[in-house]
């Protein structure tokens, strides 16, 4: 995490001379729609429980808190540590599947709640600071999601969306029982480096963590690609740019991977 803090103190004078983006810039409304296919019109039912929270400084660190009860906190410590507390447990916040997550930006984050049968998940969902703040990296945010449909055994997940989609990226496949999360990672970058392309995973949120949603023998997934203006959706089989992301370790920051196409079959020459 400290690298956010040094890569922060170079880009922050950027700011200062106009080198930002828009603070709540708005996600593409083919996007949207393209997203939302995959739900099948099955989205959670979704509220917002808070968007300003009270905080107060201790020796652990200011905690922010929404005004509703059992509702969780959300805790600021160290250089650029943070946690997530809900009633006697606590999970670090600034650690993922796929690399560290900064702090949120509490002024413009929502605590929100997603409710499915059988199944109720409390939600931060908010930009991030520093450098996610000045960049074009401002198009990712960040998701805290706990599980507390059996409050005494809350199930914590740290999640983030790129292209501005925020929460759009949580609902809930046709039949699933419990929450899915639809994980974007580019593939492919336009001329002036904006992702054309993402290649979409979807994972279940299930009692002992992420899950990779299979259909037929594979991941269940799909291509999100740009043509003409408008964002298409269609499935696929393979991820390779995710996979090769993945086991290179690279953070989700990474500029998109260039992945070689499988080579041709080579035909042998009939003999003679």
Do not use: C
Not at 37 to 43: K, P, Q, Y
Not at 66 to 78: C, E, Q, V, W
Not at 142 to 157: C, E, Q
Request: aromatic letters at 10%.
């Amino acid at each position: 995490m400290k690298r956010f803090g040094i890569l922060t103190r170079y880009l922050l004078p950027l700011a200062a001379l106009g080198f930002t983006l828009p603070s709540q810039a708005e996600v593409d409304g083919s996007m949207a729609f393209a997203l939302d296919s995959i739900w099948n019109l099955e989205r959670p039912s979704v509220s917002q429980i808070s968007d300003s929270f009270s905080s107060k400084t201790s020796k652990s660190g200011t905690t922010y808190r929404a005004s509703a009860h059992n509702t969780p906190d959300y805790l600021i410590h160290g250089e650029e540590a943070a946690s997530v507390l809900y009633r006697y447990k606590r999970f670090n916040a600034t650690q993922s599947l796929w690399g560290d997550l900064p702090r949120l930006d509490m002024e413009h984050t929502r605590l929100l709640e997603l409710s499915m049968p059988k199944k109720r998940y409390l939600a931060f969902s908010g930009p991030g600071k520093g450098l996610f703040s000045v960049t074009d990296w401002q198009r990712y945010s960040f998701l805290h999601v706990v599980d507390v449909s059996t409050p005494s055994a809350p199930v914590y997940y740290p999640l983030l969306a790129d292209a501005y989609l925020g929460e759009r990226v949580l609902g809930r496949l046709a039949g699933s029982p419990t929450l899915n999360y639809a994980r974007l990672v580019p593939s492919e970058l336009d001329a002036v480096g904006d992702p054309s392309a993402y290649e979409v995973s979807l994972y279940a949120l299930n009692r002992k963590g992420l899950e990779p949603v299979m259909q037929d023998g594979h991941p269940l997934a799909y291509a999100l690609t740009r043509e003409a203006g408008t964002w298409e959706i269609t499935p696929i089989q393979a991820t390779p740019v995710t996979d090769a992301q993945d086991q290179a370790k690279r953070p989700f920051t990474s500029t998109a991977l260039r992945v070689a196409p499988p080579a041709a079959p080579q035909v042998e020459a009939n003999a003679q």
